[in-house]
C-alpha cells in the first residue's frame, strides 16, 4: 500500500491556474498508474486525469481536456495536476489516486477499491 498527499489546493478566480501535487511513499512508485479524481459537493466522485505507469499515456475527463495536464516524476515520487483556465464548476476536493496493480495505463477503468486514496485538498474557483 502507498501513502498519497496532495498539496497545493485553494482559492483562485475564475480563469486563473493551479498546480495540484501528491506525494507519495510506502512502495516503489514506478510501476503503477497514478490519478486524479474530484468530487463537488452534493455531487459524486468523478475522474479527472490519469497517467499510465510508463507515462507514455495520459487521459482526460472531456470536461478538462485542454485546459488540464497532468505528469509524474518516478524519482521524486510525485505527480502533478496544472489546471488553467480554472472556472467555478472546478471547485471541489482534488484526490490522487494510485493503482494496486502495476503495469496498467488508466486508473479510470479501475474499481475505487482496487486504488489507493490521498486525503484530498480543497480547490475552489470564485467567479
Known amino acids: 500500500q502507498v501513502q498519497l498527499v496532495e498539496s497545493g489546493g485553494g482559492t483562485v478566480q475564475a480563469g486563473g491556474t493551479l498546480t495540484l501535487s501528491c506525494a507519495a511513499s510506502?512502495?516503489?512508485?514506478?510501476?503503477?498508474?497514478l490519478g486524479w479524481f474530484r468530487q463537488a459537493p452534493d455531487k459524486e466522485r468523478e475522474f479527472v486525469a490519469t497517467i499510465s505507469w510508463s507515462a507514455y499515456n495520459t487521459y482526460y475527463a472531456d470536461s478538462v481536456k485542454g485546459r488540464f495536464s497532468t505528469g509524474r516524476d518516478d524519482d521524486a515520487n510525485t505527480m502533478w495536476l496544472q489546471m488553467n483556465n480554472l472556472g467555478p464548476e472546478d471547485t471541489a476536493v482534488y484526490y490522487c489516486?494510485?493503482?494496486?496493480?502495476?503495469?496498467?495505463?488508466?486508473?479510470?477503468?479501475?474499481?475505487?477499491?482496487?486504488?489507493?486514496w490521498g486525503q484530498g485538498t480543497q480547490v475552489t474557483v470564485s467567479s
Open positions: 510506502g512502495r516503489t512508485f514506478n510501476m503503477y498508474a
Open positions: 489516486a494510485a493503482d494496486r496493480t502495476p503495469y496498467r495505463r488508466d486508473v479510470a477503468l479501475v474499481g475505487p477499491e482496487d486504488l489507493d
